[in-house]
């Protein structure tokens, strides 16, 4: 605190805001560009440093050898970052200690950032990254790197169970001055305003020719950036966020199963490394049995679930879980019928109102069918928690269970799940990824993992199973949402990342999509969209906590703060795609094979 005005651990620029932080909630930026004042310090630092004052404000620190800038997290992903007007004020050295968090294909765009900041300017840039959970929706993914003149030289892990890890690199700062020996760079620079330096007394380098082990150590040559494909990101970033939480404190369910799995991997090669908790008298030694010591499993069918459904969750549990402390030798799966309890609550209804719900392929009516639908998903969730408090103690151990949840991005952002469903559970390590995404990691999981068991969640027809099935009727979630997977991904990354509204996505996939649908297809599929968007975000407001990895995440709690209410038919917007729809020529390949 510097004059009764809170600015954070160090003087900050340029604070995030939007998105997932909010830190000017606490903190007060900087805005005195290249100034300084004097700090007084508390008496009880006095006491210990002898100093009465510090410089404090936009400074830079000069060494024997060197001088070194420091910008912080945000500060790097802005227009203008601290790091250009240093540089060109003689800053050699560009320290950065962030609180980046993971986003699936992020790492791309920090490293390239990471890059620019010394290709054309020149200079060493150190940037060190905050690693684990926050307890939150957040998972810091590490990666601390090196860069010199435009090229990175170190690089850490990008996901870890350890809590420290430190890199290194030998650079010859004489690099960094013949890079700047430009006529251009030259004449800005000369123009510069300068910031104030703080000498240190201390050099970062005994002299070159001085010391022995800086003689026989080689400098370290520009490395190729490792980066893992978004199928090996899903698996590592929300196991290692569901390890941090533990150790605190259809495919969808099939990809929950399998980054559990994932984790219990990270977890047994962390141990096989030495990295054994404190205080803990069990070594895992391997990840099955790890899984199946941990991981409990439940199959909750009705009359309407098949037979194949209920097959490959018993082969899932089986392939990925060993347990030794059961009989067979497989992870805790239960499988169960809860036709009974449904049964039970429809004769209830009927013995209160005298009338007796059927659903639609037995002339029941569209509220009835609904109705039967979310009765069946909401006792889904009530017997999970059930379940979670008690398996332990059939189990004669102690405690209860984490309940995970599986409801995708995608299904959140259409509302295409039941208030108060099996969506709802403690966690959900997949809640911030696609389905399209989540379906390349399982191919991925199937290959990597040694899972065949996999190929046959890829196969499926997403479907709830709520409905009963006929000769002539199947459900499916794409026929029930009115749209596909990948277009929802499409239209909810042009909602949230681009900023658009119906009209404008609308204008937008008029071109991207017009090969093969129709204007008013288009139009019909945009409005559908914003209809159900809006009518069902309030499920926005009670979404289960998951694991953030999408730009487009419709998280209502911290991340996309909208309102819950909205005018569901958007009459001036959609009033306006259906003119222009209506205008606008059919290039669809329908209309040519019509035509």
């Known amino acids: 605190m510097h004059k009764n005005v809170i600015y954070n651990c160090r003087v900050i620029m340029w604070l995030a805001n939007d998105g997932n932080y909010r830190e000017l909630r606490y903190f007060t930026p900087w805005v005195k560009r290249r100034q300084w004042e004097d700090h007084y310090l508390p008496r009880i630092v006095q006491a210990v440093t002898g100093q009465i004052k510090v410089p404090f404000g936009d400074c830079v620190v000069s060494t024997a050898d060197t001088c070194i800038g420091i910008e912080l997290c945000e500060e790097l992903f802005t227009p203008e970052s601290p790091h250009i007007l240093m540089g060109l004020d003689g800053v050699e050295i560009f320290t950065n200690s962030s609180g980046s968090h993971h986003e699936l294909r992020k790492l791309n765009t920090r490293v390239e950032l990471i890059k620019e900041a010394t290709l054309k300017l020149g200079g060493v840039y150190l940037y060190a990254n905050q690693q684990g959970c926050d307890g939150d929706r957040l998972y810091y993914d590490g990666c601390a790197m090196i860069a010199l003149n435009g090229r990175i030289v170190a690089q850490g892990s ?53 010391a022995i082990d800086e003689l026989n150590r080689p400098a370290d040559l520009p490395n190729d950036v490792r980066y893992h494909t978004p199928e090996e990101e899903i698996a590592l970033g929300p196991a290692c966020w569901l390890w941090d939480y533990l150790r605190r404190g259809g495919i969808d369910s099939c990809a929950t199963a399998i980054i559990v799995y994932s984790m219990c991997r990270l977890v047994v090669e962390a141990a096989r490394g030495g990295s054994e908790p404190d205080g803990s008298d069990y070594l895992p030694t391997d990840a099955r049995e790890l899984c199946g010591r941990i991981m409990h499993t439940c199959y909750m069918g009705t009359e309407n679930s098949t037979s194949d459904t209920r097959a490959r969750a018993k082969e899932l549990a089986e392939a990925i879980g060993r347990s030794v402390l059961c009989r067979p030798a497989f992870s805790y799966h239960t499988d169960l019928n809860m036709d009974s309890v449904v049964t039970a609550l429809r004769t209830l209804f009927q013995v209160v109102t005298g009338m007796r719900p059927r659903f639609r392929v037995h002339g029941g009516s569209d509220a009835e069918n609904l109705a039967l639908q979310n009765i069946q998903a909401r006792l889904r969730m009530v017997l999970a928690y059930f379940f ?65 068991i996999l190929s046959r969640f890829l196969t499926a027809v997403p479907t709830a199973e709520l409905e009963p099935f006929t000769e002539t009727y199947v459900q499916a979630d794409e026929a029930d949402m009115g749209m596909t997977y990948e277009e929802l991904s499409v239209l909810g990354r042009l909602r949230k990342v681009e900023k658009c509204g119906p009209y ?19 139009a019909e599929k945009v409005k559908l969209f914003y209809f159900e968007y809006a009518r069902n975000r309030h499920k926005m407001t009670t979404l289960t906590p998951s694991y953030h990895a999408e730009a487009y995440s419709p998280d209502d709690n911290r991340f996309d703060m909208r309102p819950f209410l909205y005018p569901s038919r958007f009459p001036w917007q959609f009033k306006k795609i259906e003119d222009v729809a209506a205008a606008l020529p059919d290039r669809s390949e329908q209309k040519t094979k019509t035509d």
């Open 158 to 210: 990008q996901f870890s169970l350890a809590d420290v890890e430190v890199i290194s690199a030998t650079i010859d700062i004489e690099d960094v001055r013949a890079h700047r020996v430009r006529s251009s760079r030259s004449m800005q620079a000369a123009g510069s305003e300068r910031y104030h330096r703080i000498e240190a007394p201390v050099a970062l380098s005994s002299g070159k020719f001085n």
């Open 388 to 452: 979670a408090q008690l398996l332990p103690w059939v189990r004669g151990r102690s405690g209860g269970l984490l309940v995970l949840g599986s409801a995708n991005v995608d299904e959140s952002l259409r509302g295409y799940l039941t208030k108060y469903d099996c969506s709802s559970a403690d966690i959900n390590p997949i809640g911030g990824i696609s389905k399209a995404d989540l379906k390349r990691f399982i191919s991925w999981a199937q290959d990597n993992f040694q899972l065949p």
């Open 504 to 522: 404008s996505i609308f204008t937008k996939l008029v071109h991207e999509w017009g090969s093969r649908l129709s204007p008013w297809q288009i």
